[in-house]
């Protein structure tokens, strides 16, 4: 069961050098993994330039879902990001983040 509902598409606006936090408000019972991937510009859900992100140097995922980058990069962060929220019951909930990184 999902509390709340699919949150929209939002882009996110950054300066290069920042952090940026990239949250994926969701709920449900029960608990709700969260998964984030990203893509150069694709925002095809199902396409294979999708890269799934995991905690490095650079990137943190959060406890409560959300990733965090630092510092960003306009070459290496700029596009589209997937947060994936999956539960097991019914279907599972995807949000897009278009992060543009900006020069000083």
Not at 50 to 71: C, D, E, F, H, Q
Not at 85 to 92: E, K, L, R
């Amino acid at each position: 069961m999902w509390i709340g509902q699919q949150p929209p598409a939002e882009t996110v606006v950054s300066v290069k050098g920042r952090v940026v936090h990239l949250s994926c408000p969701v709920q449900g019972v029960p608990t709700p993994t969260i998964t984030w991937s990203f893509s150069k510009g694709d925002k095809r859900p199902e396409s294979k330039y999708w890269t799934a992100l995991y905690n490095t140097n650079r990137t943190l995922l959060t406890s409560n879902g959300s990733l965090v980058i630092s510092p960003v990069d306009e070459q290496r962060d700029q596009g589209v990001y997937q947060c994936l929220a999956s539960n097991g019951v019914g279907s599972d909930l995807t949000a897009l983040i278009t992060l543009q990184i900006r020069c000083n």
